[in-house]
């Protein structure tokens, strides 16, 4: 069956708008980790010694690309410079991830006869943005440090995850 674009109410295209936002943060999260923890395993296999040359990079690169988020952070918790608090903000920015991908338009918005809107859910969603917007700032955070070599913007990373869940759950304020 279709989505039954006028079927939706205002308070459903408000959820959908707010899940869409949610949706890239949780695109950004997932693309920006990957690329961070590529770098980090990679780049601890050399210094370490573990990996002498560019064809054992690549190898390793390959490996990790093969891993979905749950892999890369356990493969993650095994370095001894990340500790489990923040191994504990990636699993719960992971499954803030899944549930906004693959659950959050189904039961905040009845887009067709097979889903059932719940609003019910709003808390729900609200705590998954929190945790994923979290996960988000500390992995840009990293990313910034590891790339640019310098310590990420205070400011920013204290602003950033209060701005940007107000951004993706302004179209839920009346």
Do not use: C
């Not at 918790?77 to 338009?105: P, Q």
């Not at 859910?121 to 609200?126: A, G, K, M, Q, V």
């Amino acid at each position: 069956m279709w989505i039954d674009l006028e079927a939706l109410t205002d308070a459903e295209e408000r959820h959908v708008s707010a899940v869409g936002r949610a949706l890239m943060v949780a695109q950004h999260f997932e693309a920006n980790f990957r690329d961070f923890a590529k770098w980090w395993v990679a780049s601890g296999a050399l210094e370490e010694g573990t990996a002498k040359s560019l064809s054992d990079v690549h190898s390793i690169l390959e490996k990790l690309t093969g891993l979905m988020l749950d892999g890369l952070i356990k493969r993650l918790g095994n370095d001894r410079e990340i500790t489990s608090a923040e191994i504990a903000v990636l699993i719960r920015a992971k499954d803030a991830r899944n549930y906004i991908a693959h659950e959050a338009v189904a039961t905040l918005a009845f887009t067709s006869r097979f889903s059932r809107r719940r609003p019910d859910e709003l808390p729900r969603f609200n705590d998954a943005v929190r945790a994923l917007v979290e996960g988000d700032n500390m992995i840009s955070s990293w990313s910034y440090m590891f790339h640019e070599k310098e310590p990420s913007p205070v400011q920013h990373v204290s602003e950033y995850p209060n701005r940007l869940a107000k951004w993706i759950l302004s179209p839920l304020e009346l």
